[in-house]
């Protein structure tokens, strides 16, 4: 089971950026397929992005040209670029690999005016 944390939350703006990290602590990272999720205050936990093993995206319709998946196999770390964020993008943000079954402390977006 790779192991991963989360990182680059903070407060923000609307209409403003921020770039998340996930760094994989296992060997494993670059056969995993995956993924960001996130759980906004009252709300159920939802899926907000994926990228394969081949680099294969997809994109929860809210987030669709504004947030941008990617992942550095060399550096063991994934990523999601946020732009244009709105007061609805407040959520506490985790990373996981597809298949598994367990899940981190998260990074916490606050976006506010």
């Known amino acids: 089971q790779v192991q991963l944390v989360e990182s680059g939350g903070g407060l923000v703006q609307p209409g403003g950026s921020l770039r998340l990290s996930c760094a994989a602590s296992g060997s494993n990272f670059r056969i995993n397929d995956m993924a960001w999720y996130r759980q906004a205050p009252g709300k159920q936990r939802e899926w907000v992005a994926t990228?394969?093993?081949?680099?294969?995206?997809g994109y929860l319709d809210s987030v669709k040209g504004r947030f941008t998946i990617s992942r550095d196999n060399a550096k063991n770390t994934m990523y999601l670029q946020m732009n244009r964020l709105k007061f609805e993008d407040t959520a506490v943000y985790y990373c996981?690999?597809?298949?598994?079954?367990?899940w981190g402390q998260g990074t916490l977006v606050t976006v506010s005016s």
């Open positions: 990228i394969s093993r081949y680099g294969t995206t």
């Open positions: 996981k690999p597809i298949q598994s079954q367990t």
